[in-house]
């Protein structure tokens, strides 16, 4: 190659176009402002009851935790804050229109909460993207909305009452099937609290799921879904 042939090569690659900057994120906005204040509320009542109520149900054992009257007191003020919560949520949920979001649109529900199960075991760590897209009419997968569903609007109201009928045990019956009338209550609610725990355990794993660790974490801040 001559030299004059370089100095073309040279002048060719000076007007070569620059490499194409890597496309902006899709992004779309889902979560609305009082959404997210409900969501992290209820997070922090969540953990609070979850940390107190293992130190009452536990309160004999090594593992570290608090006083039992502490525990008891923190325990019935996030339990009652939850009750107001919860019928605030119910009530903007159905005011806003925002329950639809916790029903999935047919048809082939079934096909599409197997087909998000096998992403969720399977295809996320094979780098296969989400199976079904994001968008303003419906923020969650199917499989999501029903988990959602059941956790809101049947394990929460749950755990609620049987709670409250702690609190006032005079709600109670005297005797239930021979036994004391508080006996089954008692079971309902840690079985309910059993199943919020393992919720709130696999919701924050699968929030990592996003495009980056953190992005799922952020459209909970922000309201904004990055694709």
């Given at each position: 190659m001559t030299e004059e042939r370089r100095r073309q090569d040279r002048r060719q690659g000076d007007r070569s176009p620059a490499a194409a900057p890597a496309p902006a994120p899709?992004?779309?906005?889902?979560?609305?402002?009082?959404?997210?204040c409900w969501h992290w509320t209820n997070a922090l009542l969540i953990i609070t009851l979850i940390l107190t109520g293992g130190s009452l149900h536990f309160?004999?054992?090594l593992i570290p935790h608090f006083e039992f009257s502490l525990a008891v007191r923190i325990h019935n003020v996030a339990g009652l804050s939850l009750v107001f919560l919860y019928i605030f949520f119910v009530i903007a949920?159905?005011?806003?229109g925002n329950w639809?979001?916790?029903v999935p649109r047919p048809p082939g529900v079934?096909?599409?909460?197997?087909k998000q199960t096998r992403f969720y075991l399977w295809g996320v760590f094979k780098g296969e993207s989400e199976p079904y897209a994001v968008t303003p009419e419906e923020n969650f997968n199917a499989l999501q909305a029903l988990t959602y569903w059941f956790m809101i609007y049947l394990v929460l109201p749950t755990i609620v009452v049987s709670g409250l009928i702690f609190m006032f045990p005079q709600l109670a019956p005297t005797e239930v099937f021979g036994v004391d009338g508080l006996l089954p209550v008692a079971v309902v609610h840690y079985v309910s609290a059993t199943i919020v725990v393992a919720f709130v355990?696999?919701?924050?794993?699968?929030?990592?799921?996003?495009?980056?660790i953190t992005t799922?974490?952020?459209t909970m801040i922000t309201g904004w879904h990055e694709h």
């Open positions: 899709h992004r779309v906005y889902i979560l609305p402002l009082w959404v997210r309160s004999t054992t949920n159905a005011v806003t639809w979001q916790f079934l096909e599409r909460c197997i355990i696999a919701h924050v794993y699968l929030c990592t799921f996003g495009a980056k799922t974490f952020r």
